[in-house]
């Protein structure tokens, strides 16, 4: 599983960073800007206490300069005003240039009409609580566990407005622990800011799941393994079933690319609440416990 889980890593890391440079692309023009100078003496002190000179040249607009008594008037582009004797600077000069790269975002497009068909990968991270009570039959039951599904997501959505999206979602467990687990349900989600190339979102779904695991016992049998041995008390192993209301709410994050297709990358934390709970096991007893499900999800999507 940790093979599989580096490499659906790799593959979205990629894709990622395939489509941040697909969906910034960057124009780069000179940008000339025009300034008077003056390069003044200024004064520092070095590591060893030695009072150092240096020239320092400030870009602003020369207001009158005086060659008999060389005292420049000067005004800096903050707008504060200097009145510079010859000692106090070096060199002056008029319109200088300075040259620089002025990039540019392209802005690109974003679909906020019609339908929009969502295909991508989400690993998540479940935590299983169980509430237990012994009996005359089942004398123990482990407390609680954990699982680590990977899961192929699938949804369409339409937009009700450049913001707002509502649709149907499904996803279905490619790689989890002997264990099975899918959902179906609503989605609805809100962007924050869709002029721009990278936009926020809020994503909340409800939906229905089915979600099977594995979970051990101990029971008052005793259980003879030959004439010599036994055992007591009886492990049972157990196959639950739940199907439970899946509510999740997070945040995610939108990168736009080109023809109005996008990468989006969010973190949800989830929650089931327990619908129908079912135990099979060779004993054909249930045993009285009450399974809940919390955790998150984080899921990579291409939208189109």
């Excluded at 060389?70 to 005004?75: A, H, I, M, N, R």
């Excluded at 040259?99 to 540019?104: A, C, D, F, L, M």
């Excluded at 919390?294 to 999507?301: I, N, V």
């Amino acid at each position: 599983m940790k093979k599989v889980a580096t490499i659906l890593t790799f593959v979205l890391l990629n894709v990622l960073l395939f489509a941040q440079k697909d969906s910034i692309p960057k124009a780069q023009n000179t940008l000339v800007e025009i300034y008077d100078v003056v390069a003044v003496y200024r004064e520092h002190v070095d590591g060893r206490g030695v009072t150092r000179q240096y020239t320092s040249e400030m870009k602003g607009e020369i207001l009158n300069y005086d060659e008999s008594t060389g005292v420049l008037t000067f005004k800096a582009r903050d707008g504060k005003m200097y009145s510079l004797k010859s000692t106090d600077y070096k060199y002056f000069e008029y319109d200088k240039e300075f040259t620089s790269k002025n990039k540019q975002v392209v802005k690109l497009d974003r679909k906020d009409s019609g339908f929009e068909i969502n295909v991508g990968l989400n690993a998540g991270y479940f935590t299983i609580n169980h509430n237990f009570i012994a009996d005359d039959f089942y004398i123990n039951g482990f407390d609680s566990g954990a699982d680590l599904p990977i899961c192929l997501k699938l949804g369409v959505g339409k937009y009700l407005n450049k913001n707002s999206l509502v649709g149907i979602n499904a996803e279905y467990a490619l790689v989890i622990d002997n264990n099975s687990y899918f959902n179906i349900g609503t989605r609805y989600q809100y962007m924050y800011n869709p002029s721009k190339n990278s936009a926020f979102y809020f994503p909340i779904e409800l939906k229905f799941s089915r979600y099977q695991f594995n979970s051990q016992y101990q029971t008052s049998d005793t259980t003879f393994v030959d004439n010599f041995s036994w055992e007591y008390p009886t492990q049972l192993d157990t196959e639950v079933t739940t199907n439970n209301i899946e509510l999740s709410i997070g945040q995610g994050i939108s990168f736009a690319l080109k023809n109005k297709k996008s990468l989006t990358l969010e973190l949800l934390l989830l929650k089931q609440f327990a619908m129908q709970q079912t135990f099979k096991n060779e004993s054909g007893v249930s045993p009285n416990s009450e399974y809940g499900i919390t955790g998150l999800k984080l899921a990579a999507c291409m939208n189109f």
